[in-house]
């Protein structure tokens, strides 16, 4: 988990997370309770890269919109509202720096299978094998969700010291005329038997002010 506590820290302290501003902007995006009930906990992805049932670190940010915000095209099509909000997530400027990071060290012939480009990032579908600058890979994809695994690179494919899941989620609530998009993060120790939890608590902080800033930056280029 070093390089991703790493990222985190350099991404959000070292950027626009340490200024007044940054907490406004986001003041729309909400943590909700997200409990071991949840899919992601009983996914097959989650019993076979946590097979000792180790602890985990989870959360769920959740931000609305209203529907006459969002860009008509994108509700043309079911699941089409989901895609655009992953390529936003990957493609968009909350993760224009970890890209430009993961790209400097990792890409080269054996990851150019991979996504890395932002044009590559923005326009992709994300259908299940997509890998993504050698640290995520979409193991589920539906009309309403899109999940990666994380914490190492993809081609590492077997139980990992650090793994986790991220869940991006998209659904319209015709009811309140708003669009609803998630982001859920479950991290792991995936090798071996856990003695405490993933991170400290420091780093958790600093991971949702960094998931904040996904959610915030990846709506930004859905809403006309």
Same mark, same amino acid.
């Given at each position: 988990?070093?390089?991703f506590?790493?990222?985190?820290? +350099?991404?959000?302290?070292?950027?626009?997370?340490?200024?007044?501003?940054?907490?406004?902007?986001?003041?729309?995006?909400?943590?909700?309770?997200?409990?071991?009930?949840?899919?992601?906990?009983?996914?097959?992805?989650?019993r076979?890269?946590?097979?000792?049932?180790?602890?985990?670190?989870?959360?769920?940010c =959740?931000?609305?919109?209203?529907?006459?915000?969002?860009?008509?095209?994108?509700?043309?099509?079911?699941?089409?509202?989901? %895609?655009?909000?992953?390529?936003?997530?990957?493609?968009?400027?909350?993760?224009?720096?970890?890209?430009?990071?993961?790209?400097?060290?990792? %890409?080269?012939?054996?990851?150019?299978h991979?996504?890395w480009?932002?044009?590559?990032?923005?326009?992709?579908?994300?259908? =299940?094998?997509t890998?993504?600058?050698?640290?995520?890979?979409?193991? %589920?994809?539906?009309?309403?969700?899109?999940? =990666?695994?994380?914490?190492?690179?993809?081609?590492?494919?077997? =139980?990992?010291?650090?793994?986790?899941?991220? %869940?991006?989620? +998209?659904?319209?609530?015709?009811? &309140?005329?708003?669009?609803?998009?998630?982001?859920?993060?479950?991290?792991?120790?995936?090798?071996?038997?856990?003695?405490? &939890?993933?991170?400290?608590?420091?780093?958790?902080?600093?991971?949702?002010?960094?998931?904040?800033?996904?959610?915030?930056?990846?709506?930004?280029?859905?809403?006309?």
């Amino acid at each position: 988990m070093g390089l991703f506590k790493g990222l985190i820290k +350099a991404s959000v302290v070292g950027g626009v997370a340490t200024t007044g501003s940054f907490f406004y902007l986001t003041r729309d995006s909400k943590f909700v309770p997200f409990s071991t009930s949840d899919y992601l906990f009983s996914s097959p992805y989650f019993r076979k890269y946590n097979p000792q049932n180790n602890p985990t670190i989870h959360d769920h940010c =959740v931000k609305k919109v209203p529907l006459s915000k969002i860009d008509p095209h994108l509700l043309t099509r079911e699941g089409k509202l989901v %895609e655009a909000f992953c390529a936003s997530v990957w493609g968009g400027l909350g993760y224009a720096f970890q890209r430009s990071y993961l790209a400097h060290k990792y %890409e080269g012939p054996r990851t150019s299978h991979q996504l890395w480009s932002k044009s590559q990032l923005r326009t992709s579908s994300y259908p =299940v094998g997509t890998e993504i600058t050698d640290h995520f890979s979409v193991v %589920e994809h539906t009309p309403s969700r899109i999940i =990666v695994r994380c914490g190492d690179s993809p081609l590492n494919r077997d =139980v990992r010291p650090s793994d986790g899941l991220f %869940e991006m989620s +998209a659904s319209i609530n015709k009811d &309140e005329g708003v669009a609803e998009f998630g982001l859920k993060s479950v991290f792991y120790q995936g090798l071996g038997k856990a003695e405490g &939890e993933p991170m400290p608590s420091h780093i958790v902080w600093l991971h949702r002010q960094y998931t904040k800033l996904w959610m915030e930056t990846a709506v930004w280029r859905l809403i006309r």
